[in-house]
C-alpha cells in the first residue's frame, strides 16, 4: 500500500510536470469550454442552453483526453523509451505501477472535471449539478473503460513517433462525431452511423442525461453496458498484448 | 558459495541460435567480465539472468534464485544497467533516484548514491539537461539505489570519451571495493581488462576462452621485445624473456650502447582476444 502512494506520488508528479499532458489532456477541454461556450453558449442545442450542453460535451472531452489519449501516448512512450523495462527490474509489482498511473490519470481527471463545472458557474452561471452520485459513478465508469481502451490501443502502436499521430487520429475525430463540441442531431448519416459505435457517444448520452435531465445512473442501462464492454475489450487486448520492453529497431 | 552459475545455458530466436550452451560461475564479489564483439549473445546472456527472458534450455541460479521464477524480494537484490538510459527526463537528478528508491525496502540514503555516481552538482538538474555521460552516471545511480548485492552492467561505457570512461572504471572499482558482484558486458577489451577479475570470451553465442585477464594474455601469446638499432626497429617474440632481455642488455652494454625505446611486454588482451576471435573464425 505504501508502495502504492509512493508510485501515485510519483505519478502525479510526472503529469503535472509534463507540458504536452498539461496542455493538451488538461487545459484544452477548459479553453474549448471557455472558446465554444462564448459562442453559442446562449443558444438552445438539443433542448437545452449551449453552454450547459458543452459543459457536459467538455467532461467528455476531457475523460477521452486524459484516460484515453494522454494514458495511451504516455505508456508507448514509456514502453519504448525502455522506462517499463526498467521498472520491470525493479521491485515495484506490475500490478502497483498500471494501478498508481491509473489512479494519477483519474486523480487528473477528477481536477479537470471540479475545473470544468467550477468554470461553468463562474462563466455561464451553470448550477452545480445534482445526483452528484449517479455523476460521479458514471465518470468514473467511463474514465475506467477509456484507460482500459488506451491501454488496449498501446498494443497497436509500434514507436513512439507514431503515438501522437495514432491517438490523435482517434479520439479527435471521435470527440467530434459523438457530439463533444457540438450536436450531432444534424450531422450527415453516415457520420451518425459511425457515432453510433462510439464509446465516446454513449458516455456523453449517459452523463448528458445524469448533468441535464435528472437521470439516475441505473435508469442507463444501455448506456453503461456499451461503455462497460468497450472497456473490457480494452482490457482483454491489454491483458493479451501488453508488453513492458521496446520494439527493436 | 557462487552469486551466478550458469551451465549449459541455451537460447534460440527462431532459427537463430543466440547462446549455443554456455556455462560459467561468478564468485561473490567479483567482477566478471563477457567479453565479444557485438551479436556474440552478451545481451540475451546477461537479460537471461535479469530475468527478461526465457532460456530454452539449460540451469540458471542467480542468487540463488531461478531469474525466470524470481519475484520481488530477489528483485531487491539485484541492480540492472541496460543498454539504453530510459528516464523520466522532466525529474532532477535526486528526484528520479528519490522515486526508484521508493521501490526498495532499505534504499541506499540519496546523498550517498548521488556522491557514488559523482552527480552532486546535477543533483537538482533536471534528466533531460544532462551530458551523455552524465545520464550514464545517472543510470548507474538508478541501480545502486536499492544497495544490491549483484549489479548487471549492460555495456556501461559504450560512447563514452576517454575521461568519461576513466571516471567510470573509478566508479565501478569502488563497487567492488564495497563488496558488490558484478558482471560486466563490453566489447572494449582494455575495460574487460581493467576491471574483470575474470573474463569470458563469448563469440557466436559460446564462450571461445575464460580465465584472469592475466591467464588469457599469459597463455597465449609470447612476450614481445622492441627497441631500435641504427634507427631500424627490432621486433622479438620469445617464451623465455628474461634470458633474451640480459643477452641484449649484456651485449649492448658491452658495446656501450643504449637500446633505443627498449618495450617489453606481454600481448594486451586485444591481442589475445583478436588471435582469438581468428581462430575461431578459421575453424
Same mark, same amino acid.
Given at each position: 500500500? %505504501?508502495?502504492?502512494?509512493?508510485?501515485?506520488?510519483?505519478?502525479?508528479?510526472?503529469?503535472?510536470?509534463?507540458?504536452?499532458?498539461?496542455?493538451?489532456?488538461?487545459?484544452?477541454?477548459?479553453?474549448?469550454? /471557455?472558446?465554444? #461556450?462564448?459562442?453559442?453558449? @446562449?443558444?438552445?442545442?438539443?433542448?437545452? %442552453?449551449?453552454?450547459?450542453?458543452?459543459?457536459? #460535451?467538455?467532461?467528455?472531452?476531457?475523460?477521452?483526453?486524459?484516460?484515453?489519449?494522454?494514458?495511451?501516448?504516455?505508456?508507448?512512450?514509456?514502453?519504448? @523509451?525502455?522506462?517499463? %523495462?526498467?521498472?520491470?527490474?525493479?521491485?515495484?509489482?506490475?500490478?502497483?505501477?498500471?494501478?498508481?498511473?491509473?489512479?494519477?490519470?483519474?486523480?487528473?481527471?477528477?481536477?479537470?472535471?471540479?475545473?470544468?463545472?467550477?468554470? #461553468?458557474? /463562474?462563466?455561464?452561471?451553470?448550477?452545480?449539478?445534482?445526483?452528484?452520485?449517479?455523476?460521479?459513478?458514471?465518470?468514473?465508469?467511463?474514465?475506467?473503460?477509456?484507460?482500459?481502451?488506451?491501454?488496449?490501443?498501446?498494443?497497436?502502436?509500434?514507436?513512439?513517433?507514431?503515438?501522437?499521430?495514432?491517438? @490523435?487520429?482517434?479520439?479527435?475525430?471521435?470527440?467530434?462525431?459523438? #457530439?463533444?463540441?457540438?450536436?450531432?442531431?444534424?450531422?450527415?448519416?453516415?457520420?451518425?452511423?459511425?457515432?453510433?459505435?462510439?464509446?465516446?457517444?454513449?458516455?456523453?448520452?449517459?452523463?448528458? @442525461?445524469?448533468?441535464?435531465?435528472?437521470?439516475?445512473?441505473?435508469?442507463?442501462?444501455?448506456?453503461?453496458? /456499451?461503455?462497460?464492454?468497450?472497456?473490457?475489450?480494452?482490457?482483454?487486448?491489454?491483458?493479451?498484448?501488453?508488453?513492458?520492453?521496446?520494439?527493436?529497431? | 558459495?557462487?552469486?551466478?552459475?550458469?551451465?549449459?545455458?541455451?537460447?534460440? =530466436?527462431?532459427?537463430?541460435?543466440?547462446?549455443?550452451?554456455?556455462?560459467?560461475?561468478?564468485?561473490?564479489?567479483?567482477?566478471?567480465?563477457?567479453?565479444?564483439?557485438?551479436? !556474440?549473445?552478451?545481451?540475451?546472456?546477461?537479460?537471461?539472468?535479469?530475468?527478461?527472458?526465457?532460456?530454452?534450455?539449460?540451469?540458471?541460479?542467480?542468487?540463488?534464485?531461478?531469474?525466470?521464477?524470481?519475484?520481488?524480494?530477489?528483485?531487491?537484490?539485484?541492480?540492472?544497467?541496460?543498454?539504453?538510459?530510459?528516464? =523520466?527526463?522532466?525529474?532532477?537528478?535526486?528526484?528520479?533516484?528519490?522515486?526508484?528508491?521508493? $521501490?526498495?525496502?532499505?534504499?541506499?540514503?540519496?546523498?550517498?548514491?548521488?556522491?557514488?555516481?559523482?552527480?552532486?552538482?546535477?543533483?537538482?538538474?533536471?534528466?533531460?539537461?544532462?551530458?551523455?555521460?552524465?545520464?550514464?552516471?545517472?543510470?548507474?545511480?538508478?541501480?545502486?539505489?536499492?544497495?544490491?548485492?549483484?549489479?548487471?552492467?549492460?555495456?556501461?561505457?559504450?560512447?563514452?570519451?576517454?575521461?568519461?570512461?576513466?571516471?567510470?572504471?573509478?566508479?565501478?572499482?569502488?563497487?567492488?571495493?564495497?563488496?558488490?558482484?558484478?558482471?560486466?558486458?563490453?566489447? =572494449?577489451?582494455?575495460?574487460?581488462?581493467?576491471?574483470?577479475?575474470?573474463?569470458?570470451?563469448?563469440?557466436?553465442?559460446?564462450?571461445?576462452?575464460?580465465?584472469?585477464?592475466?591467464?588469457?594474455?599469459?597463455?597465449?601469446?609470447?612476450?614481445?621485445?622492441? =627497441?631500435?638499432?641504427?634507427?631500424?626497429?627490432?621486433?622479438?617474440?620469445?617464451?623465455?624473456?628474461?634470458?633474451?632481455?640480459?643477452?641484449?642488455?649484456?651485449?649492448?652494454?658491452?658495446?656501450?650502447?643504449?637500446?633505443?625505446?627498449?618495450?617489453?611486454?606481454?600481448?594486451?588482451?586485444?591481442?589475445? $582476444?583478436?588471435?582469438?576471435?581468428?581462430? !575461431?573464425?578459421?575453424?
Amino acid at each position: 500500500m %505504501k508502495l502504492l502512494w509512493h508510485e501515485v506520488k510519483a505519478e502525479l508528479l510526472l503529469y503535472t510536470r509534463s507540458r504536452e499532458l498539461a496542455f493538451f489532456t488538461f487545459l484544452l477541454p477548459m479553453i474549448f469550454f /471557455v472558446l465554444l #461556450g462564448s459562442t453559442y453558449g @446562449n443558444d438552445t442545442v438539443d433542448g437545452v %442552453k449551449g453552454s450547459r450542453f458543452l459543459e457536459a #460535451g467538455m467532461i467528455g472531452y476531457g475523460a477521452i483526453s486524459i484516460a484515453f489519449a494522454g494514458l495511451a501516448i504516455v505508456l508507448v512512450i514509456r514502453r519504448e @523509451n525502455g522506462i517499463l %523495462k526498467r521498472l520491470r527490474a525493479t521491485p515495484l509489482p506490475a500490478w502497483a505501477y498500471i494501478s498508481a498511473l491509473l489512479s494519477a490519470f483519474l486523480l487528473a481527471f477528477a481536477v479537470e472535471v471540479v475545473g470544468i463545472i467550477l468554470l #461553468g458557474r /463562474v462563466l455561464f452561471g451553470i448550477p452545480v449539478p445534482d445526483h452528484l452520485g449517479s455523476l460521479a459513478l458514471a465518470l468514473l465508469l467511463g474514465a475506467v473503460a477509456f484507460c482500459g481502451l488506451g491501454v488496449g490501443l498501446t498494443a497497436v502502436i509500434r514507436s513512439a513517433e507514431g503515438a501522437s499521430a495514432v491517438v @490523435n487520429a482517434i479520439y479527435l475525430p471521435a470527440a467530434f462525431l459523438a #457530439g463533444a463540441f457540438f450536436s450531432p442531431r444534424h450531422f450527415p448519416q453516415v457520420l451518425r452511423a459511425i457515432a453510433d459505435v462510439l464509446p465516446l457517444t454513449y458516455f456523453l448520452r449517459l452523463v448528458r @442525461n445524469v448533468m441535464l435531465h435528472g437521470h439516475e445512473i441505473w435508469t442507463q442501462g444501455t448506456n453503461v453496458a /456499451v461503455i462497460a464492454a468497450w472497456g473490457a475489450v480494452g482490457v482483454v487486448v491489454a491483458l493479451r498484448y501488453f508488453r513492458w520492453e521496446p520494439h527493436e529497431g | 558459495m557462487n552469486a551466478i552459475a550458469v551451465r549449459d545455458l541455451r537460447k534460440s =530466436y527462431g532459427a537463430l541460435e543466440a547462446v549455443g550452451g554456455i556455462s560459467f560461475e561468478v564468485a561473490r564479489g567479483e567482477v566478471f567480465g563477457l567479453l565479444g564483439p557485438n551479436g !556474440a549473445g552478451k545481451t540475451t546472456t546477461v537479460e537471461i539472468l535479469e530475468g527478461y527472458r526465457k532460456r530454452d534450455a539449460g540451469q540458471v541460479e542467480v542468487l540463488g534464485s531461478d531469474p525466470a521464477t524470481a519475484d520481488g524480494a530477489w528483485r531487491e537484490r539485484i541492480g540492472v544497467v541496460l543498454q539504453s538510459s530510459a528516464m =523520466y527526463e522532466t525529474l532532477s537528478v535526486a528526484e528520479m533516484l528519490g522515486v526508484f528508491a521508493g $521501490y526498495y525496502h532499505q534504499p541506499r540514503p540519496l546523498d550517498e548514491v548521488v556522491a557514488l555516481v559523482g552527480l552532486e552538482d546535477q543533483r537538482d538538474t533536471r534528466v533531460r539537461r544532462l551530458s551523455g555521460g552524465q545520464r550514464r552516471r545517472l543510470d548507474l545511480g538508478l541501480a545502486l539505489v536499492g544497495d544490491p548485492e549483484l549489479i548487471f552492467l549492460d555495456e556501461p561505457t559504450t560512447g563514452f570519451d576517454p575521461g568519461a570512461r576513466r571516471r567510470a572504471w573509478e566508479t565501478i572499482r569502488g563497487l567492488r571495493s564495497l563488496g558488490k558482484t558484478i558482471l560486466l558486458t563490453t566489447h =572494449y577489451l582494455d575495460e574487460a581488462e581493467q576491471l574483470a577479475d575474470r573474463v569470458a570470451v563469448l563469440r557466436h553465442g559460446e564462450i571461445v576462452a575464460s580465465g584472469t585477464p592475466a591467464e588469457l594474455t599469459g597463455t597465449a601469446r609470447q612476450t614481445e621485445i622492441r =627497441y631500435r638499432e641504427n634507427g631500424r626497429e627490432v621486433v622479438l617474440h620469445t617464451d623465455e624473456p628474461t634470458r633474451l632481455l640480459h643477452e641484449l642488455t649484456e651485449q649492448a652494454l658491452g658495446r656501450g650502447q643504449e637500446l633505443e625505446g627498449l618495450l617489453v611486454r606481454r600481448p594486451t588482451l586485444e591481442e589475445v $582476444y583478436l588471435s582469438l576471435t581468428e581462430e !575461431a573464425e578459421a575453424g
